[in-house]
């Protein structure tokens, strides 16, 4: 037996204290994701409802649900039941052969974009969010011959190279390249900063006039207008931003962006990753805006955050078995059994939930605590939300100009676990999104009661007060 080489960390004990644990973090986890975007990033032990739990018992109330994909709260007991009942029957099954719980989860998606948007559809499943952005990309190339794409300044679509190419942040590609077909970014109706300067009361929608202006002349480089034909083949789009801060365009902007895309025969693709599934109170967010996608990606909380499963769906036409053809795409893991059984249950689980009432009716109660907040503190600049999506937009004194210092200290301070609103030692778990990065993006449990959106505001507002003391 080969000697112990000096120094070498002891790993063999069932447990492990925190400080042990995050020497090794720091030596043998790579640090690309995005856990050292903090200074002491917090390690959890447990979860449950809308809580985390450290190793000290300290309670968080989460209100970010892993960036929406626990959206029907941690532990779900019916829906880690789905996933027992599933490790004792099928557990394990490669995606070339069927299983029940694939199919009937395809039929359920398919069937409820039929009675959504009366269109005829598959669905095509694959592990993660940008994984299936992937898969929709394919397909737009497939369909149209294109491979170039509009999508909107703001959005995110995840961090593979093709999701990257679509995602307006540049720091998510500079350091990998040079993206030849990297997306067309369209500013995003933004009101509260409008790109153009424009008041949203009189602004006439002059952001879609300017995006209709790409297509007056063939000198605008877009179409050609001999023929109509146009040199990007989709658009993608989330009707409300996610990673952008939570941001909800006026109503009219689908509608009116649907019917210039339609003109050029520019396919509408729906990221629906952060907030389908109910977030905003219906089950896509685009259902808002009374407009029909030509393609649909899915993922998160189709699953709670269990087994993942992602997924597109799109219109027959573009996925029909004439037109993708077996082997198309794959992943080892795409539809995997545990997932789909979850994804099942998550489905039935709608089905039998209120949540087109009682999401608008929470969200409306928080936003309404929000807005009362905000007259005290002109830090939050602006307050919005649709469903239980919120947004609290963090700026100077002046109510407009960007604060991310204070963001960062409100974020840093719920995290650190020593608030005490409610009458004992408590965290606060928050996201921050934004193009300035001072936007929290809070998306609560959909099971959130009343009395926790309450602790959730004093916990904010504790926050906020001992931030404010650092500047
Ligand atoms: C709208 C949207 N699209 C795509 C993605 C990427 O999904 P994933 O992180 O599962 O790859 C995300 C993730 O946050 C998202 O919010």
New binding site residues.
Partial sequence: MSAKPKNSPVTTEETMADDELLKLESKYCSWGDTVHYMENPPLFKRCNGSYLYDGEGTEYLDLQMW???ANFGYANPRLNNALKKQIDSLPQLACQYLHEEKIRLAAKLAQRMETTFEEKGRVHFN???????EDSLKLVRMHSGRSLVFAFEG??????LG?SSI?SSFRYREKFGHFGERASFIPFPYCFRCPYGKKKDSCSMYCLKQFERLFETEYYGVVNKKTNVCEFAAFYV?AI???GGYVIPPQGYFQGLKKILDRYNILLVD?????GFFRTGKFWALEHFDVTPDML?F??ALTNGLN?I?GIWAKEALISPKVFGPGSTHSTFSSNSLGTAVGLEVMKLIESSRFATEIPKKGEYFKARLKTLQKKYPYMGDVDGLGLALRIEMCQKDGSTPNKALTDAIEEIGLSGKLSAGGKKRGLVLDVGGYYKNAFTLAPSFYITEKEIDLGIDLFEEALIKALKRF
């Avoid at 592990?127 to 952005?133: I, P």
């Avoid at 959005?155 to 593979?160: A, I, L, S």
């Avoid at 990221?271 to 907030?275: A, F, G, L």
């Fill in positions: 960036y929406s994909a592990v993660g969010g940008a994984q299936a952005v959005g995110y679509h995840g961090r593979t999701a995602t989330e931003q996610g990673t990221d629906e990753i952060q907030m990606v993922g998160k993942p992602s």
